[in-house]
């Protein structure tokens, strides 16, 4: 069965729009199950369509149509759980249609069609015997559907994208507009991007690949020839070195490939598609992603692997064809970058002013991305898990990283609305700037310290002009991630030293090296299978000394003359792993003043981000100079989310009760040592929860650059006794979904609805 499935899920999962989606579907689950009918009815608003059949008059597809309450399938639709009838006709929900043809069926199995909670239509299969179907025929139905809900919401997307093509045309001929629909993703980065979709993708990654238009057709087939006979040359080579190693008839392989090359099936197809229109890279996936699905198909388990063969063939040409062609992006104005899993490394590749916002299908808002895009004060949005990335490049999109709405091709209507937006968005920074260089003081006279997190020094002008007054966290990793070797201790004191000078005298806190997890070295590899439970933080730099004391040295040493340095010691779980810490730093201290140093010791704190350290706050204070919560962590441990898995990444809030009530109690704990506590994680960056921090008593707030003016506005515009109203109120408030809703209304009431939404 699982087989079976495969072929199915990968031959949906290749069809052009969703028409062809549902096609595909009726006709190969009526095949399979040898049933007389098999049907696909999609919900649309508050009622149920016939989108596809096999087995009923065609003719009836899109006229069938039941209102929710009203027949079977509605019934199943209602119910969200599968329905086996022996006759259908027996049942007081049943509704016959005529123009279906269905009077000769009577057995009736249906299930719902699934996506993220929400039913999206019904998948159902008819008889004309009398009886129900069996066990192993329902749970194969559930299944199929349970495996298809995503691929239909893709292939509707793609279609939706089909048509406004289409739609475009006849725009132009003075048609009826096309009202965009929109594809849901979770909000990355506040702001509103408006621009063309210029699709990223993974050196060889096949099934990445855009389709892209072409100019000129001859160039770009000349381009595809030489990519192919560079293959050729690399296979006769590698056939030649191998003549010695490998007996004859596995040598034949080769051969095979050599032939599958100059064949019309691979070469002389993808010419035909490059003719046609599409890019060279754009028209190999397509033809290697035939040729796998006829692979797959085939009953011979021999003849099936022989997919892997061609999609070898695929990646091979693809590297060449990438070769010239990754240093050809023409970026647009306003460009959008769209990707499956968007890099740090691929937004480098955007010149920052022509950079207006980020879209990638994997990821949440706290993924490397998001936090990069928010200190470049650009839009994001993450874990778009519908979007056919493939099918968009070139196309005008809209991404709204307040609320995760993205429209491909929006209509002229939905232009106007964002562009009024936008405009908002600009009057409202320009607002906001003009408080740069006035306190984080509330109406009633209580200070709070807003500083920004950094970790590069093209970080240092933008932060000093933004008003901040310090560095709150500096991710003293990624000196370590850009090189292909652990820097030395002279590196990195004169990198430390210079973020020191140019804020000095401000404090600056550099966080120890903070590797693991989804951070890795590419000269220091690290393979778990758990890799946030596993070896990170401090876990690694106290197993290896050698890295701790050349850090720890090259922070204090840098800071002579300077006094403003505080460190910061992530993922600590335990008293011993800080016990241990902190006699490395005092060893370090002491060498240094026998050296004859000037230097002073620092401000040592901890970051509360494991659900240990919660507890353990009061036990962690006594013993430091200050306490940091770093909530992305904090909260990914304690609601147990993956906060880089798009599949989860929705259940992931740090407004949920459980991490307010953590905050609270680290702050109480504190407290009776007369400790400080700051928070740093992107939990400080989010005005409404900025405004739950300060009720709280936290001392200072460290957040990306693009933040920090709207956090100040919502703390200058509030009094700390009204704050702590709020607070009281959110406290009553049982899930993340009410404490949002209850903080957006009350910032609407208050005027500043702008620092949550898109425009003023």
């Known amino acids: 069965m699982l087989d079976i499935l495969r072929r199915i899920v990968q031959e949906v999962n290749l069809a052009n729009d969703l028409e062809q989606a549902l096609d595909v579907i009726v006709r190969r689950v009526k095949s399979v199950m040898n049933v007389d009918v098999a049907s696909v ?29 009203v027949g079977l399938v509605s019934l199943v639709g209602q119910r969200a759980e599968a329905l086996n009838l022996a006759d259908a006709s027996e049942n007081p929900r049943f509704m016959r249609f005529p123009e279906a043809s269905e009077e000769k069926f009577h057995g009736f199995l249906g299930v719902p069609i699934i996506h993220h909670r929400n039913v999206l239509g019904v998948l159902v299969v008819q008889s004309s015997a009398i009886q129900k179907f069996s066990q192993d025929d329902e749970t194969f139905l559930i299944t199929v559907a349970a495996q298809l809900a995503g691929a239909i919401v893709h292939a509707e997307a793609s279609g939706g994208i089909s048509g406004l093509k289409q739609e475009t045309k006849a725009k ?38 855009p389709d892209r238009q072409v ?54 197809i993808t010419r035909d598609r490059i003719r046609e229109g599409n890019w060279a890279a754009g028209a190999l996936r397509q033809t290697i992603q035939e040729h796998e699905k006829v692979f797959h198909e085939m009953e011979d388990s021999y003849l099936r692997e022989r997919a892997d063969d061609v999609r070898d063939l695929g ?114 920074s320009d607002e906001l700037m003009e408080l740069r260089d006035l306190p984080a003081q509330t109406e009633d006279g209580i200070e709070i310290s807003l500083l920004v997190n950094s970790g590069l020094l093209s970080d240092i002008t933008p932060s000093l002009q933004s008003g901040a007054e ?17 820097p030395s201790e002279e590196e990195q004191r004169g990198i430390y030293r210079q973020v020191m000078e140019s804020f000095h005298p401000r404090p600056v806190t550099l966080r120890t090296l903070d590797v693991g997890g989804d951070k890795a070295l590419p000269y220091f590899p690290i393979e778990e299978d758990n890799p946030f439970l596993g070896w990170r ?70 970051m509360i981000e494991v659900p240990s350290a919660v507890y353990q706050a009061g036990n962690l204070s006594r013993r430091v100079d200050f306490l940091s919560i770093g909530t992305n962590d904090l909260t990914q441990y304690l609601l147990a989310v993956d906060r880089n ?10 407004l949920h009760p459980a991490v307010i009530r953590a905050i609270l109690q680290v702050v109480e704990s504190a407290r009776v040592h007369n400790k400080p506590v700051s928070v740093c994680g992107e939990m400080a960056g989010d005005p409404v929860a900025a405004l739950l921090l300060l009720a709280m008593g936290i001392d200072s707030l460290s957040m990306s650059v693009s933040s920090l003016p709207r956090v100040k506005w919502v703390i200058r515009n509030v009094t700390r006794e009204r704050a702590r109203q709020i607070l ?28 949550v939404r898109a425009g003023n």
């Open 41 to 69: 009815f999609l919900k649309n608003d508050d009622e149920y369509v016939l989108m596809a059949t096999d087995g009923l008059n065609q003719d009836a597809i899109g006229k069938v149509r039941m209102k929710e309450g």
């Open 172 to 209: 132009k001929r003075g048609e009826k507009e096309h009202q965009s629909r929109p594809i849901h993703g979770l909000p990355g980065a506040p702001g509103v991007a408006m621009g063309t979709a210029i699709v990223m993708y993974p050196p060889a990654d096949i099934n990445a690949i």
């Open 215 to 268: 100019e000129d057709i001859e160039k770009e087939i000349q381009r595809f020839d030489q990519a192919v006979e560079s293959v050729v040359e690399d296979i006769k080579a590698l056939s030649a070195r191998l003549k010695d190693v490998l007996p004859e008839e596995d040598r034949a392989l080769f051969d095979v490939y050599l032939l599958m090359l100059n064949s019309q099936a691979i070469s002389g």
């Open 315 to 428: 990646r091979r040409i693809l590297k060449y064809l990438q070769q010239e062609n990754r240093d050809k992006i023409d970026f647009p104005d306003n460009t959008v970058l769209v990707g499956e899993d968007i890099s740090a490394s691929m937004l480098a590749e955007v010149p920052a002013e022509k950079l207006a916002g980020v879209i990638s299908v994997r990821g949440s808002r706290t993924s490397h991305v998001a936090i990069l895009a928010r200190a470049m004060g650009i839009a994001a949005v993450m874990g778009a898990t519908d979007l056919p990335v493939n099918r968009i490049d070139g196309l005008q999109v809209v991404a709204d990283g307040y609320s995760g709405r993205i429209f491909v091709a929006p209509s002229e209507k939905i232009i106007d609305e964002f562009r009024r937006l936008i405009d908002e968005e600009a009057a409202l």
């Open 470 to 486: 310090g560095i709150g966290l500096y991710r003293t990793e990624f000196p370590f991630m850009e090189r292909t070797r652990f």
């Open 537 to 606: 933080g401090i876990r690694i730099t106290l197993d290896h000394p050698e890295i701790f004391l050349v850090q720890v040295r090259a922070m204090i040493s840098a800071s002579e003359g300077l006094d403003n340095l505080k460190i910061l010691l992530p993922m600590i779980s335990d008293i011993t792993e800080l016990n241990d810490a902190l006699g490395l730093i005092h060893q370090v201290y002491g060498e240094l003043l026998e050296e004859g140093k000037q230097v002073v010791m620092p401000e040592v704190g901890v």
């Open 645 to 654: 898995n798009a599949r989860v990444a929705s259940l992931y809030d740090s």
């Open 728 to 755: 009281s109120e959110v406290l009553l408030i049982e899930d993340a979904a009410g404490i949002r809703q209850y903080l957006a209304n009350t910032f609407e009431k208050a005027g500043m609805g702008g620092l």
